[in-house]
């Protein structure tokens, strides 16, 4: 099982940065995904979810109508679409999948918002 995160990166505030991340060893379609995010000191906390058929999203509060979820069942693949980023977005993001039995975890990829 490995889910694979990409696309994290030095951005100045205001840009924009696409996460993905790229599952394989299970039945991808089958799982809830999320994506979370650490920073230094901070506990690990979740930026939102969308459902295994995709028909649903949740977003915390301090990310909504800034980043979008959505997924790719065909290519296995969930991403996480951030726009107008702020300072406080700077983490360490990880992408999880999850159902009532099993639960995965990435490695995760460093997003910086700084100018």
């Known amino acids: 099982v490995q889910l694979v995160e990409s696309g994290g990166g030095l951005v100045q505030p205001g840009g924009s940065l696409r996460l993905s991340c790229v599952a394989s060893g299970f039945r991808f379609s089958s799982y809830d995904l999320s994506w979370y995010r650490q920073a230094p000191g901070s506990e690990r906390e979740l930026v939102a979810t969308?459902?295994?058929?995709?028909?649903?999203?949740n977003y915390a509060n301090p990310v909504k109508g800034r980043f979008t979820i959505s997924r790719d069942n065909a290519k296995n693949t969930v991403y996480l679409q951030m726009n107008s980023l702020e300072p406080e977005d700077t983490a360490l993001y990880y992408c999880n999948a999850r159902n009532d039995w099993y639960d995965y975890w990435g490695q995760g990829t460093q997003v910086t918002v700084s100018s």
């Open positions: 969308i459902t295994r058929s995709g028909g649903s999203t």
